[in-house]
Nanobody, 117 residues
Framework: QVQLVESGGGLVQAGGSLRLSCVAS????????MGWYRQAPGKQRELVAV???????NYADSVKGRFTISRDIAKNTVYLQMNNLKPEDTGVYYC???????????WGQGTQVTVSA
């Protein structure tokens, strides 16, 4: 059974950094692209970063150059290093698969990131 558990969020001033972690039990990273998604208040959930099964990474334009997605296959964990944070990065961050089908596993509880100006 797949379980997604995100952690590492918090309150930080603009320009600061946070590192998010997601333990993805039951997902084989070599065969599944993983993504970090965020949902800002009053907005739809959006994809911010992806790491493919082969390890290729892609980013939304809004975070390119500031965020880095990585993974530890042995620990079944995906990370999101966020630097130079901006108030518009505020939201709840989730991890999940990123599949051509558009299907997802059940979402975890997410981790709140709040960036103050």
């Amino acid at each position: 059974q797949v379980q997604l558990v995100e952690s590492g969020g918090g309150l930080v001033q603009a320009g600061g950094s946070l590192r998010l972690s997601c333990v993805a039990s039951g997902i084989i990273f070599k065969f599944n692209a993983m993504g970090w998604y965020r949902q800002a208040p009053g907005k739809q959930r959006e994809l911010v970063a992806v790491i493919t099964g082969g390890g290729t990474t892609n980013y939304a334009d809004s975070v390119k150059g500031r965020f880095t997605i990585s993974r530890d296959i042995a620990k079944n964990t995906v990370y999101l290093q966020m630097n130079n944070l901006k108030p518009e990065d505020t939201g709840v961050y989730y991890c999940n698969v990123n599949l051509p089908s558009g299907l997802f596993y059940s979402w975890g509880q997410g981790t709140q990131v709040t960036v103050s100006a």
